[in-house]
């Protein structure tokens, strides 16, 4: 016989019988007539060219074949309930899902201390991969499931399910001492001091460039760098500074050794969103996430 003569209410009636060893309280537990379970036995019978099941006190009892057959049809039958079941509901104390997310540097410094604190507390074995993409290429791995998030300012990624999550601006981060200011802290200042400047920048991030370019600022960029995480050694050791949203420009200031000057930049203010697929709209797991991605963040 073929795999494909079978379909999974033959092996349903099988399993049945084999664990009460009796046809009417197979039928009973598979909400099925006698007949039909009967017609079902009959069937599967004559597929697998065996008795499977013969007449015994109380009942029916197993042959050879059927004992081996047993256990895979067992197995077999809990793994597709499993992933039935799986896919009405989430528990996040006992998944051991991965979430895949694209994150820039920036985004990974900024979300997954706290995602990752939430998620030790509320679903200890579930797992993060964060890597960047493309932003061509981010809302293509979500329709397909290479992703399952994309969190960050993406005004190019379109045709996809998003929330906001907060709204941040961008600032200059200099070293505390600066022989540009004479104050350790100034939130104003204007395109005079700006040309003053000497500017680090990161590839990575074209908001940044594009905002020299807007100021006419290109010809005192000095550095092109590949990733924000390497700017505050760079940036207190030097007089450069550096163009990077607000809040992590704060997050770098906290321990001291930098100031943070506000300018009135171009494309100053930018929205970060939460990006998801419509195809996996209804998903259980990735529904809590999105819940606990919004809790976290939303606002904040």
Known sequence: MHINDLNMNLLRVFDAVYRTRNVSRAAEVLAL??????????RLRLLLKDALFVRAAGGVSPTPKADRLALAVRVAISTVEAALSEAEQFDPASSQKIFRFHLSDIGEARFLPSLMAALHAAAPAVRVQSAPLPHSEIAAALDSGRLDFAIGFLPSVHDT?????????????????????????????????????????VRSHAETLRILQLLRLEDRLRLTASHFLALPAIVRQTDLGAVMPLEIARGFAAGGGYTIVEPRLPLRDFTVSLHWSRRFEADPAQAWMRELLQGLFKGV
């Open 33 to 42: 007539s006698q007949p039909a379970t009967s017609q079902a036995l009959t």
């Open 161 to 201: 399910q998003k929330v906001e999550l907060l709204r941040d601006c961008y600032a200059v981060l200099l070293r505390s001492g600066h022989p540009v200011f004479d104050k350790k802290r100034t939130r104003s200042i204007g395109l005079k001091e700006l040309a003053r400047l000497e500017y680090v920048a």
